[in-house]
Antibody, heavy 120, light 111 residues
């Protein structure tokens, strides 16, 4: 069965960077687009970015341009996200999500979420 | 680019039907049939319940249905049940610089 298992909670200081991981299993990782979505406390879902199946391309939400980097390692079926220049506004639960087959443009499987807390 | 607009809350009694709207623009909801809906219970992971405007993934109850007219998509829950009490989010592919956008979210309360 498809599983996306994310790394554990992080506490960071303002100005720092955070790297999160998302290990996929149960399907051919290299065939699927992968996304990151975040949710601030008590707030809605916010799309952050997508990485292409081969890892050759990425697209980021305009607000994260310049401080979000998404990568993937097909040898370990792991997706990564690095967000830099953190502020308290980046405190949120971060989810990885798989895009449906054949570039379906919806998110059919989600990781369990990783809480990132940014605090002095 | 703003989030898609959803009502903050919708409520209904068990057995009733409710509809949640999701309003965008011709550059997102109105321009593509790539509208999806997600159900999220408190503290839980979002779950796909509708994709491509009106399709249900395997295992999703047929009490959930989706539609679209112009720049507004809708999710209807019929035969409302207590377990339907959750937050619901729409999402659309867009032609803008940010290629995906979520709705503002709707809290469904079963009275």
């Amino acid at each position: 069965q498809v599983q996306l298992v994310q790394s554990g909670a992080e506490v960071k200081k303002p100005g720092a960077s955070v790297q999160l991981s998302c290990k996929a299993s149960g399907y051919t990782f290299s065939n699927y687009y992968m996304h990151w979505v975040r949710q601030a406390p008590g707030q809605g879902l916010e799309w952050m970015g997508v990485i292409y199946p081969s890892g050759s391309g990425t697209e980021y939400a305009e607000k994260f341009q310049g401080r979000l980097t998404m990568t993937r390692d097909t040898s370990t079926s792991t997706l990564y996200m690095e967000l830099s220049s953190l502020t308290s506004q980046d405190t949120a639960v971060y989810f990885c999500a798989r895009e449906g087959p054949d570039a379906a443009k919806h998110f059919d499987y989600w990781g369990q979420g990783t809480l990132v807390t940014v605090s002095p | 680019q703003s989030a898609l607009t959803q009502p903050a809350s919708v409520s209904g009694s068990p057995g009733q039907s409710i509809t949640i709207s999701c309003t965008g623009t011709s550059g997102d909801v109105g321009g593509y049939n790539f509208v999806s809906w997600y159900q999220q219970h408190p503290g839980k992971v979002p779950k796909l319940i509708i994709y491509d405007v009106s399709n249900r993934p395997s295992g999703i109850s047929n009490r959930f249905s989706g539609s679209k007219s112009g720049n507004t998509a809708s999710l209807t829950i019929s035969g409302l049940q207590t377990e339907d009490e959750a937050d619901y989010y729409c999402n659309s592919y867009t032609r803008y610089s940010t290629p995906y956008v979520f709705g503002t979210g709707t809290k469904v309360t079963v009275l």
